[in-house]
């Protein structure tokens, strides 16, 4: 865990394009700060692995992201280097890390406040001094107002972070779609963040895509506008009120069709077009794992709503973010086929543990105590699945369980994929 921020973030707001042709994202992030003081915070640290800065403005002051922000890290870029002759997995797992940790404290860039937002900050700061008579003390913490930092930004055909695992060129006739994935460095890998497990806040998530896709964020969704004349593209506004991290933060794009749950409040189930069916069958059950995580935690759904979105070629069985799960297409299957139902009720309900435990509850340091969250929303699993499918599967699942434990190889660190921009099949 690096030093902590002189500064507390309240608010980020996405509003990005999604062009899944192009496999571009493009638009701006407004991340909403606090200074804490105004002799300690003068600048803002943004965590950014992948794309490039067009603009960026501070309070409406324009920054010069070529000269005036300040880079300490590299990209994403290439993990080993061309002349590098290493080809191993573990090599990888070494770089990626060290690639990973390098940039953890200070973040990528430092976007340094102009004189004129420090005036402000100043006269801000005069006025709390004056109304509290003229004394110095911690109640003027957080006393020099709000800075809005707006990054602008464009993504073109990332190799980690957010996959488009389609080529229209080498498959025209497959459905395109986007997923984005859930590691811990995850989000500066697709969009400007300030990337701090501490650093909770509310979410706006605006996402632009062509009339014929569906877009699944965290959050409640408010409403679908078109954003053009010819009503080619539309914007889909979400909003997630209840605090969460940059890293709980996920995007699902597609010619997706949607099931609202007939027994789940505020609960909405997504698949790719024509398996419709098989989404009806897969998800009839997870009103039961609903019902014990809400009775054993007395708690309803921690982020007021709850998406599935089922996707091809996904690199894990679910990945899990605020009030969203992206699980695997393979999990699908018709009332004709009974030998999947008990694994992939199961899948679903261990996706859904991490909304209370992982997401709603989180750690400090995930890299220290990461086994916390992740344990406790495998022992809550347990209880459930003894709950709904019975003794006999538990204890098997047990079994399973303690199997792993004893293999050497089953927990060794899980690097996300990068594909090349000319990858066999992801194009």
């Not at 069958?281 to 014990?292: C, E, G, I, M, Q």
Request: aromatic letters at 10%.
């Amino acid at each position: 865990m690096g030093p902590a921020l002189k500064f507390l973030v309240t608010h980020q707001k996405l509003a990005l394009d999604v062009n899944l042709w192009s496999k571009t994202i493009a638009g701006y992030v407004e991340i909403t700060v606090i200074p804490k003081s105004l002799e300690e915070c003068t600048s803002v640290n943004v965590h950014m692995l992948q794309g490039r800065l067009r603009r960026v403005l501070v309070n409406g002051v324009e920054v010069d992201p070529e000269t005036e922000v300040l880079r300490h890290a590299p990209g994403l870029g290439s993990i080993v280097e061309a002349d590098d002759e290493r080809r191993e997995l573990e090599v990888f797992e070494e770089l990626y890390a060290k690639r990973m940790n390098s940039r953890r404290a200070t973040g990528n860039y430092t976007i340094a406040f102009p004189a004129a937002v420090r005036a402000a900050m100043q006269r801000q700061h005069v006025r709390c001094v004056e109304a509290q008579g003229g004394g110095e003390d911690e109640s003027l913490d957080y006393a020099c107002g709000e800075v809005k930092v707006v990054l602008e930004y464009v993504l073109e055909r990332p190799v980690a972070g957010a996959y488009f695992p389609v080529s229209r060129e080498k498959f025209p006739d497959r459905p395109l779609f986007m997923f984005t994935e859930s590691n811990v460095n995850s989000p500066a890998l697709w969009f400007p963040c300030v990337d701090d497990p501490l650093q909770r806040c509310r979410w706006t998530v605006n996402i632009s895509v062509d009339t014929g896709f569906t877009v699944v964020a965290p959050g409640a969704l408010r409403k679908i506008a078109f954003t053009d004349a010819s009503g080619k593209r539309k914007t889909y506004f979400h909003r997630l009120d209840v605090p969460a991290a940059a890293r709980d933060i996920g995007l699902a794009v597609g010619a997706f069709e949607a099931l609202a749950d007939p027994n789940m409040p505020h609960t909405t189930h997504f698949c790719l077009l024509g398996r419709r069916a098989e989404l009806e069958h897969t998800v009839s059950a997870l009103d039961r794992a609903y019902a014990f995580f809400e009775t054993y935690t007395d708690t309803p759904l921690p982020f007021g709503c709850y998406k599935q979105v089922f996707v091809p070629e996904a690199y894990a069985p679910s990945l899990t973010y605020a009030s969203l799960a992206v699980l695997s297409d393979e999990l699908l299957h018709s009332r004709h086929v009974i030998d999947p139902t008990l694994d992939v009720r199961a899948e679903q309900a261990r996706a859904l543990s991490r909304q209370w435990f992982g997401h709603f509850l989180s750690p400090r340091n995930d890299d220290e105590d990461g086994w916390l969250s992740r344990g406790l929303a495998g022992y809550t699993f347990g209880l459930c699945l003894r709950k709904t499918q019975g003794v006999t599967e538990y204890k098997y699942w047990l079994r399973e369980e303690n199997a792993r434990v004893c293999d050497p190889n089953a927990y060794e660190q899980r690097v996300p994929l990068v594909r090349s921009a000319g990858g066999t099949g992801a194009g």
